[in-house]
């Protein structure tokens, strides 16, 4: 699988860096992350991701780059739909910091 290829691995591109890790559960934390000026993680965004049966579904998004700070959950149709479309674009983003 394409997450697999980057667990623990930092993909430094543009002004942050790509970092894919794992939970306890299994699930992938997908970030893209900024450092602030006290050397804190800006996150743009830090999404949940769940594998079943070779299919990515979002299941949480975490942005502190953005005002206000946007943290959702896919408890509804509308907010699935609003992962889903952060999760192809981190996978965009990801795909091209590879291949620059």
Request: aromatic share 16%.
């Amino acid at each position: 699988m394409f997450l697999n290829d980057y667990i623990n691995h930092k993909i430094w591109y543009e002004n942050g860096y790509f970092e894919i890790t794992q939970d306890d559960f299994g699930n992938y934390i997908c970030s893209y992350i900024y450092s602030d000026s006290c050397g804190g993680n800006i996150y743009h965004p830090r999404l949940t991701v769940s594998c079943k049966n070779g299919q990515l579904q979002a299941l949480q998004l975490y942005d502190t780059f953005v005002t206000p700070i946007v943290f959702l959950k896919n408890d509804s149709m509308d907010n699935q739909r609003v992962l889903d479309e952060a999760l192809q674009e981190f996978l965009e983003r990801v795909t091209q910091a590879t291949t620059d």
